[in-house]
């Protein structure tokens, strides 16, 4: 009987009285050669022209698995990559678990990384599910198979079964083991694995495999991408055309027959291919192919379809590419030699074309393979007596070795000798070089030589300036040096900020690297993911279309894991920040990219960068405390690192200053701050842009936290380190804004409107991240509103609001800090209507959360109040104001306080309680007189509720 299909499921174009005939057509068209199908379809009778156009998805879907088993793209289940289409969505319910998100689909069906959702245990699955309308027949009988299948193996190198079950609708699925790996060939070729490792990766899959026979399953689809590996090892999956070998009834054998055609074809065995009867024989061929593929780089068929060879002429050994053995780290002479004799022999019994000459078992292969690797003679070929004594030679190799050693020493020292001479020589020639050329860098400082600038006054900079033009000619013999060299100093020059320098430079050594190396060298990667980073954290809009050139760059050159894959993840998750709902995205580029560091050395600084990223994403969201711990994390890694590096240490530093700030932790942040400060102070010195912004960022939060005096103090020692020629620089930019923001906010909005505006002008051409430019308008709104400028403030509150409110996490503090500012402008504007709505919502969104813009908001319901007569609904909120107040979370400025308490003794006046209200004004009238500049009218008996 046909299920119902599910609600998301494309309907098929006929009705449910077709559905016997449909399945019957199905199993006939599964049962011809696949180039005999589209003659069957044209000869369908007439009356069956309903189910044509089902019949052709149905065929087009079929000749997909037969060529890719039940996955399109099986190693989606490593990659993570979304299948181009699915008929389900995450956050639907199959059964017991929730689906998160699709790993991958093709014409039999989905597999979904999935979550047990009734509470009984909490675990991540990789949930297999067929097509619902090819729920009919054998696709159906062959799904419950694999699941009675894999319900009788439990192995360590098997993808262990869970459950399986029907849903409410109908819906069969099949919980996995959820595997996070990568084909066993791919991993062999990222982590350059040599021969010895390889074969241990391949002793792992036999292991398996044998543990399947020995439950009398044979598996029928070995090929990679059904062969996982992790740093957990090997993880075999896939059984969804396995064969119970004892199982010989009539109607399995129709199934046995349509499955032999699923098998993919460059692995099948000759009697699989021809519908003959499947036996361990036939994973044992599987076996060979996978195997010949792990040390040669190709398979028989590959090399059989370009060679005309026939089966029985194939050597491994002939057929070794010099990319593999590169990099297995080997030579391709030295790798075909390693392959000669046993393993071409092993590889020839396991691969030959009748399954009686084959091993026997999956285990006797096994064992031949341990043979070898013990310089034992094998089975796989009888050897001659030269041949055995050779084997007892390497069996006791230290006695032969020592012999040998005596004979050999003064052959093997004199050509040792000889290769040190000419090595020591041409080192010496590249330090020779490479010493004349710094002293000509440094005989510019030289006393004894005139010039217009006084010697030993110039720059390091000014020193690079005059040497780099010099790099091609100095090494113009040695292009890596050369390379080098350019590279080093255009890096140089980006920390300096002189991108102009950067760019030519980076140029520069880049042709080299083409012209010399080719268009995938490593140099050619880094660079075209690096412009996509830096796209993303300048809120570039060309991120995107960058990174596009650069992922197109690492899948032609096989780069789809490892350190560098692991960077453009992050570029892609901070480019993603410029759209508004992606935080899933985002989040899920961020783990994508961890997990592609995770087999990384410590030396390598994605490890670190990749929490730093984390850890901004949790601030942005509001979790504090998970930022604070990811940059803790991060700083402990750094500070392990064989090669810290300062700059880096100074930013985690940094970052959980300003996470602590967020947070409502002010004196942490100020002291995190200093050490972040004195760090650059260290290193770049006091004066360079490195040490610009912690300072500033250290002297807002004093500020903040009511330390003016220091505060400006602190302001005025960066502001003097700023050279007139870093008007455009985008650290120069934040420190002028932070100083000018505490400006307006201690009663100067005059001498910060110009500051405000001209940093306005600099992020509208270049902004230093994506959220710049909408901090920057609340601070210039907020400047305006203080100095009356009213039509002003309007413009900017307005865009700026907008702005948070499109890009900012749902329900931030800091759209909350501008929609309270905004309500409190239209309330000192008479329009309190409009007040009282910004206020409502601010209070609304706030929830639970004592943000102390919602202690504000609360004080601005209670000035509405107040100007409608209603005192105590006044009291209500001005006392949930206070309350707020005392138990605030997040962000707050003390100034904040005496604002709160004006508006209590307005309140308080309102009831009568004259006396009371008088005191608590004079209580805020010295406190803003400490934290406030004296002419600002808040520091005044000025006392008005607009400020």
Request: proline share 4%.
């Amino acid at each position: 009987m046909q299920p119902d299909p599910s609600p998301t499921s494309p309907a098929l174009a006929f009705s449910d009285e077709w559905w016997g005939e449909y399945s019957r057509l199905t199993e006939e068209a599964m049962a011809l050669d696949p180039a005999d199908r589209p003659a069957w379809l044209a000869c369908l009778a007439p009356h069956l022209a309903p189910l044509r156009d089902a019949l052709v998805t149905f065929l087009r879907e079929l000749d997909a698995v037969q060529t890719g088993g039940y996955l399109e793209t099986p190693a989606a289940l490593s990659t993570g990559a979304a299948p181009r289409h699915s008929e389900r969505v995450a956050g639907q319910r199959i059964g017991p678990y929730t689906l998160l998100r699709a790993l991958g689909a093709g014409g039999m069906g989905e597999v979904w990384l999935a979550q047990r959702a009734d509470g009984a245990y909490q675990r991540e699955v990789a949930l297999k599910l067929p097509h619902a309308h090819l729920l009919a027949g054998s696709v159906r009988e062959r799904f419950l198979r694999e699941r009675d299948i894999l319900a009788r193996l439990a192995h360590p190198h098997i993808a262990r079964f869970y459950d399986a079950g029907l849903d409410d609708s109908g819906q069969p699925y099949i919980a996995l083991e959820a595997v996070h790996g990568q084909p066993i060939t791919h991993w062999a070729r990222e982590h350059t694995l040599g021969l010895a490792e390889r074969l241990d990766l391949f002793a792992q899959v036999t292991d398996a495999v044998a543990h399947a026979h020995g439950r009398l399953v044979a598996h029928r689809d070995l090929k990679p991408a059904n062969v996982l590996v992790s740093a957990q090892g090997v993880r075999l999956l896939d059984f969804g055309i396995a064969k119970l070998l004892a199982d010989g009834t009539a109607g399995d054998t129709a199934l046995t027959r349509a499955d032999a055609l699923l098998a993919t074809p460059a692995y099948a065995a000759p009697e699989q291919t021809a519908g003959g009867t499947v036996t361990v024989a036939t994973d044992v061929y599987a076996l060979g192919v996978l195997l010949f593929e792990l040390l040669t780089g190709t398979t028989p068929h590959a090399v059989l379809k370009s060679s005309g060879l026939a089966a029985g002429d194939l050597l491994a050994s002939n057929c070794a590419t010099p990319a593999l053995a590169t990099e297995a780290g080997s030579t391709p002479k030295a790798w075909r030699q390693r392959l000669r004799g046993d393993l071409d022999a092993i590889l020839a019994k396991a691969l030959a074309t009748a399954p009686d000459a084959r091993y026997a078992s999956v285990a006797d292969l096994a064992a031949d393979l341990r043979r070898h690797r013990a310089d034992k003679p094998i089975q796989a070929r009888r050897i001659t007596a030269w041949t055995r004594l050779a084997k007892v030679v390497r069996r006791r190799r230290t006695a032969v070795v020592m012999a040998a050693l005596l004979c050999a020493s003064l052959v093997a020292g004199l050509a040792g000798v000889l290769w040190q001479a000419r090595e020591a020589q041409a080192q010496a020639r590249r330090a020779e070089a490479v010493k004349a050329f710094l002293l000509s860098v440094y005989r510019a400082n030289d006393p004894r030589i005139a010039s217009d600038t006084p010697r030993g006054q110039i720059s390091a900079k000014a020193l690079l300036d005059a040497s780099v033009g010099r790099i091609d000619s100095a090494f113009a013999a040695d292009v890596k040096l050369r390379i080098e060299l350019l590279r080093t100093a255009a890096d140089i020059y980006r920390e300096l900020g002189d991108e102009a320098s950067f760019e030519t430079l980076q140029a520069r050594q880049l042709a080299l690297v083409r012209e010399h190396f080719g268009p995938l060298h490593d140099n050619i990667l880094d660079d075209a993911v690096e412009r996509a980073a830096r796209a993303a954290a300048r809120a570039d809009t060309r991120c995107g279309a960058l990174l596009q050139q650069a992922d197109d760059l690492l899948r032609v050159a096989r780069r789809d894991s490892g350190p560098l894959r692991g960077h453009w993840w992050m570029a892609r998750s901070i480019c993603l920040r410029q759209q508004a709902g992606t935080e899933a995205e985002r989040h899920t580029a961020l783990k994508a990219a961890r997990q592609a560091f995770a087999d990384a050395p410590a030396t390598e600084r994605g490890r670190v960068t990749v929490l730093m990223e984390l850890a901004t994403e949790a601030s942005h969201a509001g979790r504090h405390a998970d930022a604070v711990a990811l940059n803790r994390q991060a700083l402990q890694q750094a500070e392990a690192n064989p090669e810290r590096d300062d700059a880096e240490v100074q930013t985690i530093h940094g970052n959980i200053a300003l996470t602590l700030q967020q947070s409502g932790d002010l004196a942490g942040a100020e002291a995190a701050f200093a050490i972040s400060a004195a760090i650059a102070e260290r290193t770049t010195g006091a004066d360079a842009r490195q040490a610009w912004v912690p300072a500033a960022k250290r002297a807002r939060t004093a500020h903040l936290a009511g330390g003016r005096e220091r505060a400006l103090t602190a302001f005025d020692a960066v502001l003097a380190r700023l050279p007139p020629e870093a008007a455009n620089d985008s650290d120069a930019q934040q420190v002028r804004e932070d100083w000018a923001e505490r400006l307006s906010a201690e009663g100067r909005p005059l001498l910060a409107i110009p500051v405000l505006e001209s940093v306005e002008r600099a992020y509208l051409r270049a902004p230093p991240n994506d959220f710049a430019l909408r901090r920057l308008r609340r601070h210039l709104g907020d400047a305006y509103a203080r100095a009356g400028q009213a039509s002003d403030a309007r413009r900017v509150f307005t865009a700026a609001l907008a702005e948070f409110e499109a890009r900012d996490v749902p329900g931030s503090q800091a759209t909350a800090a501008a929609r309270e500012r905004w309500g409190r402008f239209l309330l000192a504007q008479g329009d309190v209507v409009g007040a009282q709505a910004q206020f409502t919502t601010v209070v609304e969104r706030a929830g639970e959360r004592r943000w102390s813009h919602a202690a504000l908001a609360h004080a601005g319901l209670a000035r509405v109040a107040l100007a409608a007569g209603r005192t105590d609904d006044a009291a209500k909120h001005a006392d949930t104001a206070w309350t707020t107040w005392g138990q605030k979370q997040g962000f707050f400025d003390i100034r904040m306080e005496p604002y709160l308490q004006r508006v209590r003794a307005a309140v308080l006046a309102a009831q009568g309680q004259a006396a009371a209200a008088q005191a608590l004004r004079d209580e805020a009238l010295a406190a803003s007189r400490r934290y406030d500049a004296p002419e600002a009218p808040s520091a005044q008996r000025l006392l008005h509720l607009d400020l």
